[in-house]
């Protein structure tokens, strides 16, 4: 059984940082391609955030987290961390974890950013 766990999450002040993280178990090989999406409210759907390949040689960050938001992975596992700085209020959201191109996703965890 596939599971995948975030945590990390919190309230912050605009300028503040926050630490991701994610741990997928169950799967049938590892690494996976994995990545962060963002459900914001009054928003339809998910926002890609930030991806990893499996070995962590490819990142992609969206432009509206280059430069604040950095992707990492633990080497040959299936762990991948999301350090956010100079957090600002847009940045609000549900962040969740996606085993990249697969149906499975954790349970989501809140980013608050609020003076």
């Known amino acids: 059984q596939v599971q995948v766990v975030e945590s990390g999450g919190g309230l912050v002040q605009p300028g503040g940082s926050l630490r991701l993280s994610c741990a997928a178990s169950g799967l049938t090989r590892r690494p996976y391609a994995m990545a962060w999406y963002r459900q914001v409210a009054g928003r339809t759907g998910r926002e890609a955030v930030a991806r990893i390949n499996f070995d962590g040689g490819e990142t992609f960050v969206d432009v509206s987290a280059k430069g604040r938001f950095t992707i990492s992975r633990e080497t040959a596992e299936n762990t991948i961390y999301l350090q956010m700085n100079d957090l600002r209020v847009e940045d609000t959201g549900v962040y969740f974890c996606?085993?990249?191109?697969?149906?499975?996703w954790g349970q989501g965890t809140q980013v608050t950013v609020s003076s």
């Open positions: 996606n085993v990249y191109g697969t149906g499975f």
